[in-house]
């Protein structure tokens, strides 16, 4: 199993341009989940999905954009890229509440230029 | 509202030198406690799971334990191949767990 998968690793974007992140888990899990992670700050939620066809807000979503067509995958857009939003970010799965914990992806760190 | 506090945010020890992180939280409803840790350039890796007060888990030179206010993770004799970030987490029955900032330790040969 490959577990959860982050495209690509590393990206640099000028200010206004987009962008996609592409999540994709191979364990059938039902949530997946949206990270940024900055020094000090810790793991910031940004939005997250409980099922295919289903997507909420977080902590910090604006600027941002997800989509869950299919179940294994989960996108993180980003329509026009700012410096601020230059991070490292995690993608997370878990099959349900309670006993599962999270499988996170190896991340994607962004730097807008 | 709630909470998740880790402590210290940094720490030092010389190979061999045992000590305790803290994890300190304050939920409505307690569905479990997870420990990861998180080694630069990757993504944080589960180390444990705890739902109630009195619970134990150990992992090699590892130790988590749980209170009704707080979780300690132990580390017996560490080795410089401890050093990573270790970071806490708790389910309060939501959809989404809440993370503290973790603990930065340095194992030192």
């Known amino acids: 199993n490959a577990g959860v998968t982050q495209t690509p690793k590393f990206r640099v974007l000028k200010t206004g341009q987009s962008m996609t992140l592409l999540c994709a888990q191979d364990?059938?899990?039902?949530?997946m989940y949206w990270y940024r992670q900055d020094p000090g700050m810790g793991l910031r939620l940004i939005h997250y999905?409980?099922?295919?066809?289903?997507?909420a807000k977080g902590e910090v979503p604006d600027g941002y954009n997800v989509s869950r067509l299919k179940k294994q995958n989960f996108l993180l857009g980003l329509e026009s890229a700012a410096p601020s939003q230059t991070s490292v970010y995690f993608c997370a799965s878990r099959r349900g509440t309670g006993y599962y914990g999270y499988t996170f992806g190896s991340g994607t760190r962004l730097t807008v230029v | 509202e709630d909470q998740v506090t880790q402590s210290p945010e940094a720490l030092r020890l010389q190979e061999g030198e045992s000590s305790s992180l803290n994890c300190s939280y304050t939920v409505s409803g307690l569905r479990g406690l997870f420990w990861y840790r998180q080694d630069p350039g990757k993504g944080p890796e589960f180390l444990f799971t705890l739902y109630s007060a009195g619970e134990e888990k150990e992992k090699e030179r590892l130790k988590a334990t749980l209170t009704k206010k707080e979780s300690f993770l132990h580390i017996t004799a560490p080795k410089p191949e401890d050093s990573a970030t270790y970071l806490c987490?708790?389910?309060?029955?939501?959809?989404?767990?809440?993370f503290g900032t973790g603990t930065r330790l340095k194992v030192l040969a």
């Open positions: 987490a708790v389910d309060p029955g939501t959809y989404k767990y809440i």
């Open positions: 999905s409980v099922g295919e066809g289903t997507t």
């Open positions: 364990m059938n899990h039902e949530y």
